[in-house]
């Protein structure tokens, strides 16, 4: 789980989140791992992968690589650049449930030379939250459904993949990528 949830920072397609998720179910339903020691680790992966970042984003910057100038990355980097300097605590607490934002915001974090200081606590303190929540979500499902952890593993599975479907769609909406609503109405004849 740790490795995977430390690959999360760089590969967003890793899948992190539900190897929390579904060991939080795990420890719920069978009493191993211990629920503290998935959060731990989970926070502590979660907490270097994001330092790793910071770190390259300070000795690399955001422009070197090729795919770090295309039009769409540049987008979620700038995006991610100004709010860092409106509310860097409520930035990485947001990034760190949103896959992509999570990548951008601690690359521009480092690459914008927030101060080691001010983003290592922050950053612990959010990975920490993070994992809690998501081992939480595992552990709720398991102590509600019976069947032991060959019910609760895949549910979990299947709720931690929603939860992160639902926080994408409201943040593409947030963006204006996405209509409120669609009621299927075609020409309104105006």
Do not use: K
């Not at 709720?140 to 459904?145: C, F, G, M, R």
């Not at 069947?147 to 895949?154: D, E, F, K, N, R």
């Not at 909406?173 to 996405?178: C, H, M, N, S």
């Amino acid at each position: 789980m740790s490795l995977l949830v430390l690959g999360d920072a760089f590969v967003v397609v890793i899948p992190g989140e539900i190897a929390v998720t579904a060991l939080g179910a795990l420890a719920v339903a069978t009493g191993s791992p211990p629920l503290w020691a998935v959060v731990l680790c989970a926070a502590a992966a979660a907490a270097v992968g994001d330092a790793c970042c910071y770190l390259i984003g300070r000795l690399v910057g955001t422009r070197r690589w090729r795919w770090m100038r295309a039009p769409r990355v540049r987008q979620a980097l700038d995006g991610a650049r100004r709010r860092l300097d409106r509310g860097a605590a409520t930035v990485l607490f947001t990034a760190r449930f949103v896959p992509f934002a999570r990548l951008a915001v601690n690359l521009v974090a480092g690459a914008s030379h927030v101060r080691p200081l001010r983003y290592f606590p922050l950053v612990v303190v959010a990975a920490t939250g993070w994992a809690v929540y998501q081992a939480a979500v595992g552990a709720l499902i398991a102590a509600v459904l019976p069947g032991g952890p060959l019910v609760a593993v895949p549910v979990s599975i299947v709720v931690a993949v929603a939860l992160g479907l639902a926080v994408d769609r409201v943040a593409a909406r947030r963006r204006g990528r996405l209509p409120a609503r669609d009621d299927g109405a075609l020409g309104s004849g105006a």
